[in-house]
């Protein structure tokens, strides 16, 4: 994944001025989100894979075969209720229904992780994107506070809380199975566990909001990233929006692939730390959010991996073609802030030569 080459690429600079713009009362694209193109790749239709956790598509061989050609699949039979999902969307809804001046009031900070603002990658990029933020890490209780000072902050709270709580669960299974759909060793599935396992995970709730576009074909929802976690679980309302970047194969080029929405499904996404993890063997996917016209698209990811200063070393065998590759240990903490320095280039910063087979000939 590389950034939109027909826009520049820029550094991070946090000290540049963010424009929050009311979208939704936007009659017309301004310059400042018009994005030169949208169509790098072509966008085609490809069923994604669907993981149903309660049958026996959660088969092991099934899953690494999906890791492996995806990244990414649609899960169901995970056991979170529709109501949930449905108190989810609407307290999401209402947050971002807010005024504009009420939100920034819970804006994040520039050296924050949690609250609300533009897309964190916006600085990536010269041109903003068509969609708000906002990040919960740790209790949501000051944010609603700021958000609706005179109003009990349960409403919000509560729902935020149980569906962390309860996405943990589904996260710390999809990330066994993965594990396990590796076939390590048990020397070697005993060090991958080590800060995967449920009780361990971290993790923040990223609310997403996209409202509709007068112009979508010249506008940019959320860019081509992939996530820094293990793995994030995306809810994404019955509007699609998503797509993933799937890389050249057998069958053909790279291409976007949207994935629709599924009632009650989840998407799982492979992140970066799962890619180190497995030594390259399960790829984190790029993915990006496109807008639309007639619709006000919301989507909520949990975000998860290790606890933040656990070192995650790759286990098992590097992946080919670079078979002499590997990445450095590195905990969530200090990836992070190679992803806010370098972002689609992090990952590569961490490569290294595996010392232990520097007999076995030529390294990459
Ligand atoms: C823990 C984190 C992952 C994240 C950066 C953050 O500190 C909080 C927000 C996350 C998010 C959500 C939207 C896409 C993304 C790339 C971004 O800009 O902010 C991710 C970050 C990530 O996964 O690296
Ligand atoms: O809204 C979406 O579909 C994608 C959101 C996303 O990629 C993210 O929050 O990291
Ligand atoms: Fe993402």
Redesign the pocket.
């Known amino acids: 994944m590389s950034a939109n080459p027909t826009t520049t690429f820029m550094p991070c600079s946090p000290s540049e001025p963010q424009q929050h713009l009311e979208l939704e009362s936007v009659r017309e694209v301004p310059d400042s989100h018009a994005w030169p193109a949208l169509d790098d790749h072509p966008t085609v239709y490809e069923p994604v894979p669907v993981v149903d956790l309660a049958g026996p598509d959660a088969s092991v061989a099934h899953l690494a075969r999906v890791c492996e050609s995806w990244g990414a699949f649609q899960v169901t039979g995970h056991g979170i209720r529709s109501d949930l999902l449905e108190r989810l969307e609407s307290e999401t809804r209402r947050l971002f229904a807010l005024p504009m001046d009420q939100k920034l009031k819970a804006a994040r900070p520039s050296n924050g992780?949690s609250g609300y603002g533009l897309?964190?990658?916006s600085c990536f990029f010269s041109k903003l994107m068509w969609s708000e933020?906002f990040?919960i890490?740790g209790s949501p209780v000051d944010h609603a506070l700021k958000l609706w000072p005179d109003a009990d902050p349960s409403r919000f709270c509560d729902v935020m809380q149980d569906y962390s709580d309860e996405m943990k669960q589904v996260a710390g299974r999809v990330v066994r199975l993965m594990l396990l759909s590796m076939g390590l060793a048990p020397e070697e599935m005993k060090r991958a566990e080590e800060g995967t396992r449920v009780d361990q995970l971290s993790a923040?709730l990223?609310l997403?909001s996209y409202p509709p576009c007068p112009d979508p074909n010249r506008a940019m929802g959320?860019a081509a990233?992939?996530?820094?976690?293990l793995v994030?679980l995306l809810f994404q309302s019955g509007t699609s929006g998503l797509q993933l970047l799937r890389r050249q194969d057998q069958h053909g080029p790279a291409r976007w692939v949207t994935v629709p929405p599924r009632p009650g499904a989840l998407i799982v996404l492979a992140?970066d730390l799962l890619q180190i993890l497995t030594n390259g063997r399960y790829k984190s996917v790029a993915h990006r959010a496109v807008v639309n016209r007639n619709h006000h698209r919301v989507s909520v990811?949990y975000?998860c991996g290790p606890p933040p200063h656990h070192k995650l070393s790759p286990v098992g065998k590097p992946a080919s073609p670079a078979p002499c590759l590997a990445y450095r240990a590195v905990s969530w903490a200090d990836y992070?802030g190679l992803?806010a320095e370098l972002f689609d280039k992090a990952l590569a910063s961490i490569m290294v030569a595996d010392d232990s087979r520097g007999d076995e000939g030529i390294c990459c």
Request: avoid cysteine; charge should be positive.
């Open positions: 992780i897309a964190r990658i933020g990040t890490s923040v990223q997403n959320l990233h992939t996530d820094s976690s994030t992140g990811a975000i992070l992803k």
